[in-house]
């Protein structure tokens, strides 16, 4: 694996730790009251879409911008907006503002485009044939590690603290 592998790699887990999961934000926008449970659903919905036409717009491009500059790993550059728009997820979803939320979740289903995408496909790019499964392997670990490690980091700091009732002084 070259060094261009480990920090895409790197790349990879910081961009992910920070998305919310959509089981996060469906159970806040529940409890919160913002939405009822049929608009929550329709609202994954949405954002299926929105990804849906992301990707295929995501995906042109890398190619574009690889085909320019004639480099394998020359379509990276489209993954450059990913973390910017990856902080405005919760910030947006996980609030009271209803428009807000859907806001959110558009950029939510832009987000998981350029995930289902481009970061997948251009472990290819940066790998030989024969480490492929190897890199393949790498790479899924990494992402489904930061999305756990970074769902479970805000799943934490949404639950209310419990706080125990203090034990009486003897």
């Known amino acids: 694996m070259t060094p261009t592998f480990w920090l895409y790699c790197l790349f990879t887990f910081l961009a992910t730790f ?18 009822s449970d049929a608009a929550i659903a329709s609202l994954y919905s949405f954002a299926m879409i929105v990804d849906a036409v992301a990707a295929l717009i995501i995906g042109r491009a890398y190619d574009r911008f690889k085909a320019r500059s004639g480099k394998k790993s020359g379509g990276l550059l489209t993954l450059a907006v990913i973390p910017a728009l990856t902080i405005l997820i919760p910030l947006l979803t ?5 428009a807000l939320a859907t806001a959110g979740m558009a950029l939510y289903g832009i987000v998981l485009g350029g995930h289902e995408t ?8 940066l790998t030989s044939f024969h480490k492929r499964g190897t890199a393949y392997g790498i790479f899924n670990t990494v992402y489904g ?17 419990r706080r125990r009732p203090s034990a009486p002084l003897s």
């Open 145 to 161: 590690l930061a999305l756990f490690l970074g769902s479970s980091l805000m799943a934490c700091c949404m639950t209310p603290s």
């Open 94 to 98: 996980l609030g009271s503002d209803p």
């Open 118 to 125: 481009v970061m997948r496909s251009a472990i290819a790019d």
């Open 18 to 35: 920070g998305l919310v999961a959509y089981s996060i934000i469906g159970f806040h926008l529940k409890a919160a009251g913002v939405f």
